[in-house]
């Protein structure tokens, strides 16, 4: 019975959110509404006290405000129309009995409509707040492990039996496929276990090391809860255990949507068709709700997004190559991480770099990247190594549009705020992740760390073409700041960076 009492304690946020709807309502309605009077504002001052009293005052008896774990759209709908009438009512009957020559019913009921309008987005956006906030993928803790998982002797199938085996595969892969396994899996091993499902329930019933190598060959794109697919797969595979899984990549789903419609119709449907499977499913009020509706069924997924999560999920590419429309990815086991989560990625994106006393701080930035790219910079170093100008040599990690982003500095707006914040300055050297930071000779790192890193770098002064340039150009900065100091060496390297990129048209890559 104690829910149903009238006296509660309010939560005060809403009565603020409500206190802001009047005002904004009661200052739209005088000032654009059409009014015999010259003086609105002064003439319904009163008036709007006296409504915005009994507003509150009902919607308190209506037990609008009561906190949030007692919250659910259907009630709250019903309460906020049942408290609107009353106010109605109560300010009619006060027109009328009060001072009905005075006001116009006119401006009672547009006040009263606005408020209502207003008050229902706001419940709309809290309610869809809270359901995207009630994520059905809890975070995937890593279960107690043996040092040294015991396996079975693998046993080697014989000819039938391979035949056999072989026969089943081929009904929905390709000899090629196949042919890309065997070299790197033992295949046709009672430690190997092949499957095609989209029911993670058929990894979570094996036995924890049972096997050495797991195979699915059904696309990831039909897959919902992917981290939570290879959290369990990591789970059960021993040390050092393999991973073979497959996918669509982006690349091949928009070939085959701009190559089934006229140029024209084709490109207006892949527009919609990436807001809708890679726009809504990233974002964090709309990502829950496109699950629930597709089930993660036909998802869109990137060769970097896929790479980015088999490595944030602990483990290590092996070979990865496309096949027909599909791409195959040998994974081994590296590691398992405390925790493994489904991660949301808006526009902007908060990378870990150096600072000054080597403390890590979140670099701001637009993000150009798909997502899970920060977990795929050291394979993306060990397989393309670096081109011209310190930048990874064919770097799958970015994104069409972020290459234009980056071409025009659009990406490097955000780092603003880490200037406010204190953790950069004006000109110094660039923000490096701790990778980056490992590759430099011990004496520039011990240089670096003495000093805060700069929105303009000495690398647009010199641009330098080579990792070995690079460290030469920083050195150069540092030393000159140990010479001559800091704001002097500021200084002269703004103006040079400046006629760098203003005469000489450097640009971000």
């Known amino acids: 019975m104690r829910r149903f009492r009238l006296i509660y304690k309010p939560y005060w946020n809403y009565i603020i959110a409500d206190v802001v709807a009047l005002v904004l309502s009661v200052v739209v309605v005088l000032w654009l509404f059409p009014l015999s009077t010259e003086i609105p504002f002064q003439k319904y001052s009163d008036f709007a006290l006296v409504f915005s009293a009994v507003w509150l005052l009902a919607s308190y008896l209506c037990r609008r405000y009561l906190p949030v774990k007692y919250m659910k759209m259907g ?10 009438l009353v106010t109605f009512g109560a300010m009619y009957g006060y027109m009328w009995l009060l001072a009905k020559e005075n006001f116009s019913i006119w401006v009672l009921l547009t006040i009263w409509l606005v408020v209502l309008v207003i008050s229902l987005v706001y419940l709309v956006i809290k309610h869809a707040y809270r359901y995207a ?104 595979l021993p040390d050092h255990g393999i991973w073979v899984c497959c996918y669509e990549p982006q690349s091949v789903t928009k070939r085959n949507i701009l190559n089934r419609y006229p140029k024209v119709i084709s490109w207006m449907y892949y527009i919609a068709f990436f807001l809708y499977k890679r726009v809504l499913p990233k974002l964090f009020m709309t990502s829950r709700f496109y699950f629930d509706i597709t089930e ?72 150009t990247m798909h ?82 890193p700069g929105l303009m770098p000495p690398f647009y002064a010199d641009m330098p073409k080579t990792l070995d340039e690079i460290e030469a150009s920083e050195m150069r900065y540092l030393t000159m700041c140990e010479q001559r100091g800091t704001l002097v060496t500021d200084f002269v390297y703004f103006w040079r960076i400046f006629y760098t990129i203003v005469f000489k048209r450097a640009r971000s890559k």
Not at 75 to 84: K, M, W
Not at 154 to 163: A, I
Not at 337 to 360: A, C, H, S, T, W
Not at 406 to 417: G, N
């Open 75 to 84: 009630r709250d709908v019903r309460q906020l129309a049942l408290s609107a």
């Open 133 to 236: 906030l009630n994520e059905e993928d809890q975070p995937l803790e890593a279960p107690a492990r043996s040092e040294q998982p015991v396996l079975k002797q693998p046993k080697l199938y014989g000819e039938g039996e391979k035949r056999e085996l072989r026969e089943s595969m081929l009904e929905f892969v390709t000899p090629a496929v196949l042919e890309f396994l065997e070299k790197h899996i033992t295949l046709y091993s009672s430690n190997t276990f092949t499957l095609r499902s989209t029911e993670l329930y058929n990894i979570q019933k094996l036995r924890s090391y049972r096997y050495d190598t797991l195979v699915n060959f059904m696309p990831l794109n039909q897959i919902r809860g992917v981290n939570k697919l290879f959290g369990t797969v990591n789970d059960k």
């Open 296 to 367: 993660g069924k036909d998802r869109v997924l990137s060769k970097a997004e896929v790479l980015g999560r088999l490595c944030y999920c602990g483990f290590a590419i092996v070979d990865e190559r496309k096949i027909g429309d599909l791409n195959y990815v040998v994974a081994r086991r590296k590691f398992r991480p405390k925790v493994i989560e489904r991660r949301v990625y808006g526009m902007f994106v908060k990378l870990n770099r150096v600072g000054k006393n080597g403390k890590q701080f979140k670099f701001y930035k637009l993000r």
């Open 371 to 452: 997502p899970y790219s920060e977990f795929l910079q050291e394979y993306i170093y060990n397989r393309y190594s670096l081109q011209e100008g310190g930048k990874f040599n064919h770097d799958i990690r970015i994104t069409t549009l972020g290459r234009m982003a980056r071409k025009y500095w659009l990406d490097e707006l955000p780092m603003i705020i880490n200037f406010l914040k204190g953790d950069m300055k004006l000109v110094g050297v660039r923000p490096i992740s701790q990778h980056y930071f490992s590759l430099y000779s011990k004496e520039l790192q011990e240089k670096r760390i003495h000093h805060k």
